[in-house]
C-alpha cells in the first residue's frame, strides 16, 4: 500500500547529525560533494545544512539527550555507581571517562557513559575532584561503589571522594559510611597476573614477535598458534630462519623450571589483591550471595578452596561476611524506619505468591522450606510492603 509521507527540513537535518554522530564523521562531511550529489537526487528540496550549523545541532541533540538521562537517574532515585579511567594521547594530553551503572525502575541494569574530558594529572586529588564535579552536574546524591585500575593513586581518589560526600551531611549518600565503596578492577588484575607470568617467558615472546608484529601480546600469540605449523615447516627447510626465532632464547634446558617460576609470580600478583590478602572487596562476596543459585553455601565452599581447607580461616572468613550481611540488613532498615510513614509502613492486603498464602505480618501458615519463610519475614521487617511484593515477583 501507497502511503503518503510529510517531509521535514529539520527531521533531515536531525537524521544527518545522527549521522555525523554515529559514523563519528567530520563536521564538515556535509560539504563532501558525493554526499551532496546523494542528498539532492534522494531528496532535492534538502538543504544541506553548513559545517557550523551541525557542530550546534550536535551539541544541540547532546544537551537534549543528556537532560533525558540526567532526569532518568534522578527520577529513578536510585543508587549508582562509577567506573572510571585514564588514557594519554600520542599528543601527551590525558583523558578521563565516567561511566555510571544503575538498575533503573524496570529492575534492568543501566551502563552510561556521563563525563569524557581532559584532566590535567594523574594525580589522585585531580581525579576525585573531577568524580565530585560529575556528581555535582548530575544531581547524583546516592553513590554504591567506585570501580578504578590498580593503580595507587585510586586510594587517594576514593578517600578524597569519601570524605567529600560525607561533608554534604547526606546520610544516605554512602552505603556503610563508604567502607566498601572502593573495587578494584578484576579485569586489571587479571592483565596485571597475566603480565608477571608472561615476564618469565619474555625471551620467548620476544623471539615470536620477530615474525608478528601485533602490540597486543595476546594478539601476537594467537595469531602465532594459526601459523604453527608453518613456523615447523620453516624449521625444516629453512635454517636461518629458524636462528631468527632462536637468537632470543637464553639456551633454556628446560621448560619446567619457567613454568614453576611463571605460576609463582602469577600467584604473588593475584594474592595482591585478592585473599588471603583480605584487600577484596566483600560486597563482591555479599552480591555473589544474593544469587538464589549461589548462597551461602558457594560462598563457604569458596573459601575451602582459597584457604585449603584450613577450617579456622574458612570460619573466620564466612563470620566476617555474615557480619557485613547483618549491617547492611541494620542500615537499611535504619534509613527506612527514619523515613515518611508512607515510605515504610504501607500495608498490603493478604493475597498469595506462587499458590502460597501470606499476610502483610506473616500470621497465616506458610508452606514450603521453613527457612525460606524466616528469611522472608526478616526481610520485611520495616520494609515498604509493595516493595517486598515487587522483589517477590522479580524471584518469580
Known amino acids: 500500500m501507497v502511503l503518503a509521507k510529510g517531509w521535514s527540513q529539520d527531521a533531515c537535518r536531525r537524521a544527518v547529525t545522527k549521522m555525523i554522530i554515529m559514523g563519528e564523521l567530520l563536521f564538515s562531511f556535509v560539504d563532501n560533494k558525493g554526499f551532496g550529489h546523494f542528498c539532492s537526487v534522494v531528496i532535492p528540496q534538502f538543504v544541506m545544512p553548513s559545517r557550523g550549523t551541525i557542530g550546534r545541532d550536535v ?66 586529588k585531580t581525579i576525585g575532584k573531577k568524580i565530585v564535579a560529575c556528581l555535582q552536574d548530575w544531581g547524583i546524591e546516592r553513590l554504591f561503589a567506585i570501580t578504578v585500575d590498580n593503580a595507587t593513586t585510586n586510594d587517594v581518589v576514593v578517600n578524597y571522594v569519601t570524605m567529600q560526600l560525607l561533608a554534604w551531611r547526606n546520610d544516605d549518600a554512602l552505603v556503610l559510611v563508604g567502607q566498601y ?6 579485569v586489571n588484575i587479571l592483565n596485571l597476573i597475566v603480565i608477571s607470568g608472561l615476564n618469565e617467558l619474555h625471551a620467548s ?46 639456551n633454556e634446558a628446560s621448560k619446567d623450571p619457567c613454568v614453576v617460576a611463571m605460576a609463582y609470580n602469577m ?69 527506612c524506619s527514619s523515613s515518611t510513614p508512607s515510605m515504610c509502613s504501607e500495608s498490603v492486603p493478604s493475597g498469595s505468591y506462587s499458590g502460597t498464602s501470606y499476610s502483610p505480618y506473616f500470621t497465616t501458615k506458610v508452606t514450603g522450606d521453613k527457612r525460606r519463610t524466616v528469611y522472608i519475614k526478616r526481610l520485611t521487617d520495616n520494609f515498604q510492603r509493595s516493595h517486598f511484593t515487587q522483589v517477590l515477583n522479580r524471584l518469580a
Not at 532526569?71 to 561511566?99: A, E, G, H, P
Not at 565503596?181 to 578484576?186: K, L, N, P, S, T
Not at 578452596?305 to 557480619?323: L, P, Q, R, S, Y
Open 267 to 335: 600467584r604473588e600478583n593475584f594474592d595482591k589483591y585478592w585473599e588471603p590478602s583480605g584487600k577484596i572487596n566483600k560486597m563482591l562476596i555479599v552480591a555473589s550471595i544474593f544469587d538464589p543459585r549461589a548462597k551461602m553455601d558457594i560462598a563457604k565452599r569458596i573459601f575451602e578452596i582459597i584457604f585449603a581447607n584450613d577450617g579456622w580461616k574458612v570460619e573466620e572468613m564466612t563470620k566476617v561476611v555474615k557480619d557485613l550481611l547483618n549491617e547492611l540488613y541494620d542500615a537499611y532498615r535504619a534509613k
Open 181 to 186: 565503596m572502593h573495587v578494584r578492577c578484576c
Open 205 to 250: 615472546i620476544a623471539a615470536i614477535r620477530n615474525a608478528v608484529k601485533w602490540n597486543s601480546t595476546y594478539l601476537v600469540l594467537m595469531t602465532a598458534l594459526k601459523f604453527q605449523a608453518a613456523f615447523d615447516r620453516m624449521a625444516e627447510v629453512d635454517k636461518p630462519y629458524e636462528a631468527y626465532f632462536l637468537e632470543k632464547e637464553n
Open 59 to 124: 551539541m544541540d541533540l547532546f544537551l537534549e539527550e543528556k537532560t533525558m538521562l540526567k532526569s532518568l537517574i534522578c527520577n529513578n532515585k536510585q543508587r549508582v555507581s562509577f567506573t572510571t579511567d585514564l588514557w594519554t594521547s600520542v599528543q601527551n594530553m590525558s583523558y578521563m571517562v565516567i561511566t555510571t551503572h544503575f538498575i533503573d525502575s524496570d529492575w534492568c541494569l543501566n551502563r552510561r557513559i556521563i563525563s569524557f574530558s581532559v584532566i590535567e594529572d594523574h594525580r589522585g
